[in-house]
């Protein structure tokens, strides 16, 4: 742990496209066994609960791109990146008090997901820390997660706070956002030769390198982002985790960015805004939150 540096030069990431990274030490089957087999007990939906009824069905133009294509995509780009990290020292150990951290909360969200898509049940989860100052974290197609040092570091973010991204992050990933936005493209003859290559017109090979290229410069619109918003606030309830926190989470954005969009989601509505909108929704969530079993531990924040 102690050669794990938090101010490396990664390469950067767009934001716009809520994606993720990659490391071979991720979960391992034993550790993310019991969450994914029922460590954690779902709630049974209620009628009407929660957000659903506020989110719309799955876009056309995803239905373009094989979603088994752009999973081994991401997965392929998550693993080069984690892989850069590595390099660089700055890919945390699993050991690290912060990597702890972030996989025990995510082992709490995850068995919430595939009532979302059922895809999500037969992902292999992953979560990594990178030492870099950047306030930003992403989740890739597959569930591929990855949070920045300095995200939390500098905003000091709680258990919730971190829920409340990791939330946001993770219905990005299963409303298929990323795969949408490649689906318009096609459509619109932007991806036109990835497209060919993915119907077996071309090289499969290139195309999956095309398309993890696109990953990492895809731009979610301010509709995904609204809708990753109110997902992630029903995912991180469902685990136990205040959903209010993510109107802290945005007092916090806010002043670290000094009244500018701040790097981490930088195509999202404006900070007052989305506080807004966090707090109308607050009521259709915080019954599921007020019956769901708690966090038996709690983490700090790192210091130094």
């Known amino acids: ?28 089957g034993a550790l993310f066994a019991g969450a994914a087999t029922g460590g954690w007990a779902q709630q049974p939906r209620q009628p009407d609960e929660g957000v659903r009824g506020d989110v719309g069905g799955a876009s056309r133009f995803s239905k373009l791109v094989p979603a088994e294509q752009v999973e081994k995509a991401a997965a392929q780009q998550y693993a ?32 919430h997901t595939d009532e979302w898509n059922a895809r999500a049940r037969n992902w292999r989860w992953e979560v990594n820390l990178l030492g870099s100052p950047q306030l930003n974290a992403f989740c890739m197609p597959g569930g591929k997660i990855a949070f920045f040092f300095g995200i939390l570091h500098k905003l000091q973010l ?47 090979g290139d195309a999956l390198l095309n398309m993890g290229g ?3 410069t895809l731009r979610f619109s301010r509709e995904d982002e609204s809708e990753a918003d ?21 007092e916090k954005m806010i002043a670290a960015s ?47």
Not at 85 to 99: E, F, G
Not at 158 to 176: Q, S
């Open 214 to 216: 696109q990953l990492l």
């Open 1 to 28: 742990m102690n050669d794990f540096r938090t101010d490396a030069a990664l390469p950067a990431h767009d934001l716009g496209c809520r994606c993720a990274l990659h490391s071979r030490r991720l979960f391992s």
């Open 80 to 111: 080069q990146m984690m892989r850069q990290a590595a390099d660089q020292r700055a890919l945390a150990p699993a050991d690290h008090p912060q990597v702890v951290r972030l996989r025990a909360i995510s082992q709490r969200i995850v068995p």
């Open 230 to 250: 109110i997902v992630g606030m029903e995912l991180g309830a469902r685990a136990g985790y205040d959903p209010a926190a993510g109107v802290r989470l945005w």
């Open 258 to 304: 000094k009244g500018a969009p701040p790097e981490f989601l930088s195509t999202h509505p404006s900070g007052p805004s989305r506080i807004a909108d966090i707090r109308a929704k607050l009521p259709k969530v915080q019954p599921l939150y007020q019956r769901a079993a708690k966090p038996p531990q709690r983490y700090a924040p790192p210091t130094g």
């Open 158 to 204: 709680d258990d919730d706070e971190v829920a409340a991204i990791m939330g946001h992050e993770v219905a990005h990933a299963l409303r298929e956002h990323a795969r949408e936005r490649m689906g318009k493209n096609a459509a619109t003859g932007i991806g036109a030769s990835i497209l060919s290559s993915l119907l077996g017109l071309g090289g499969a």
